[in-house]
T-cell receptor
């Protein structure tokens, strides 16, 4: 079974600075998807960024980018120019590319605080 | 707004009772997923339906059941409720079975069992 580990329960960063959230995963599959979801105090789950395992290029979405290291099974999220609205729980998630296994497997989350 | 709706938003009930949580997927989405978020277990996959049929099961208790109706809305039934069932229950939907399809989450139903 696949597992996702986020080793940083809490992180904090100064507004306008850059922060990196860590995620590692364990799988025996070669084809899969990785995601970062944001959960603000409203509790809504918001997709931040996704990465296909077969793509070597790291995904970017505006101020959000990932460092995907397939061999190391590492998938970190970098947030540049942090804004107060980035304060939230961030969850790393894995999904198999097998059509029979489309569930998302989540890490335990990292609570990000932005200091003004 | 993801386009996925869930009702009710909050639910408070007593141990031993039964509740039904409802989810309406985004227009055109055929797949519905249920997830449970609790303090001790984190975010866990419960069950998936595709076009009315059960597709995959996760860590769903026998006291819990779900179904997807012809209009594609889904219901999660929780019975013989225990204190440990208190959690945030999310519904998510996606277009179909293609693994590239994103899952869009509803706002969740917060269940409190007293």
């Amino acid at each position: 079974a696949q597992t996702v580990t986020q080793s940083q329960p809490e992180m904090s960063v100064q507004e306008a600075e850059t922060v990196t959230l860590s995620c590692t995963y364990d799988t025996s599959e070669s084809d899969y998807y990785l995601f970062w979801y944001k959960q603000p105090p409203s509790r809504q789950m918001i997709l931040v960024i996704r990465q296909e395992a077969y793509k070597q290029q790291n995904a970017t979405e505006n101020r959000f980018s990932v460092n995907f290291q397939k061999a190391a099974k590492s998938f970190s999220l970098k947030i540049s120019d942090s804004q107060l609205g980035d304060a939230a729980m961030y969850f790393c998630a894995y999904r198999s590319a097998n059509q029979g296994a489309q569930k998302l497997v989540f890490g335990q989350g990292t609570r990000l605080t932005i200091n003004p | 707004d993801s386009g996925v709706t869930q009702t009710p938003k909050h639910l408070i009930t007593a141990t031993g009772q039964r509740v039904t949580l409802r989810c309406s997927p985004r227009s055109g989405d055929l797949s519905v997923y249920w997830y449970q978020q609790s303090l001790d277990q984190g975010l866990q996959f419960l069950i998936q339906y595709y076009n009315g049929e059960e597709r995959a099961k996760g860590n769903i208790l026998e006291r819990f059941s779900a179904q997807q109706f012809p209009d594609l809305h889904s219901e999660l039934n929780l019975s013989s409720l225990e204190l440990g069932d208190s959690a945030l229950y999310f519904c998510a939907s996606s277009v179909g079975l293609g693994t590239s399809h994103e899952q869009y989450f509803g706002p969740g139903t917060r269940l409190t069992v007293t």
